[in-house]
């Protein structure tokens, strides 16, 4: 699995992306907790962007940084891969998990954050502000990050953290990769309407969505 740490982050190219946090308008803030308790708890993903049924979903790249193209038949097949963070924060006004999404230039301030924050006790410890300096479609937008205070709260006494790849991530295999890139769609379950018994009703079985927010994907 294309999984990538602190130290590796500059092998991968690609930055971006949206959240399933929304910090929508410049000047927007919100309140949150990082679901980390160490920098060794921050792992990126690089991902290929494909669309399944419609939607824009990512898949895990199952080339290793170094490794050859034929490891992945997406690579292999030209597609582009992208490094991803998919930071699970706690929104403490909703209550609930919600993913932050960020390009690996991230790595940095969460590594700067954890320096900061997480070396006697735990990020997920600190409550954060995260304030949007850049307006909407802004490609330059920035994000302040500020400390504001900390407790004794654990990582147990928040919701779980949603699984990334084999969740919000799709986990497939070389050759389920492969067929997709042949016929423009995963083996099975996505192509159930092309089932030809009538005795079955096509039911359209989908993955467990990561987060609740997956619609806005
Ligand atoms: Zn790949």
Redesign the pocket.
């Known amino acids: 699995m294309?999984r990538f740490s602190y130290g590796e982050a500059d092998n991968y190219g690609g930055n971006g992306g949206h959240g399933f946090l929304s910090i929508p308008n410049d000047g927007d803030v919100v309140k949150v907790r990082f679901l980390y308790n160490k920098l060794e708890d921050i792992e990126g993903v690089a991902v290929?962007q494909i669309e399944v049924d419609g939607k824009k979903r990512y898949v895990n790249?199952?080339?290793e940084y170094g490794k050859p193209v034929d490891d992945?038949p997406?690579?292999k097949s030209g597609?582009f891969?992208t490094a991803k963070l998919f930071i699970p924060v706690y929104d403490i006004e909703s209550g609930t998990v919600k993913i932050w999404e960020r390009g690996k230039k991230f790595f940095g301030k969460m590594a700067g954050l954890c320096s900061r924050y997480a070396s006697k006790d735990n990020l997920v410890s600190h409550i954060f502000e995260i304030e949007r300096h850049g307006k909407k479609g802004d490609t330059q937008t920035t994000y302040e990050i500020y400390e504001c205070g900390a407790d004794d709260t654990t990582l147990e006494d928040l919701p779980e953290v949603p699984v990334i790849i084999g969740g919000l991530v799709l986990d497939k295999s070389k050759d389920e990769m492969q067929y997709f890139e042949d016929y423009n769609e995963f083996p099975g379950a996505e192509n159930s309407s092309r089932r030809s018994s009538s005795e079955e009703i096509p039911v359209r079985r989908r993955r467990t969505p990561a987060t609740s927010d997956e619609d806005t994907f």
Request: charged content about 20%; glycine content about 0%; aromatic content about 0%.
């Open positions: 294309a290929h790249c199952l080339r992945c997406m690579c597609k891969v």
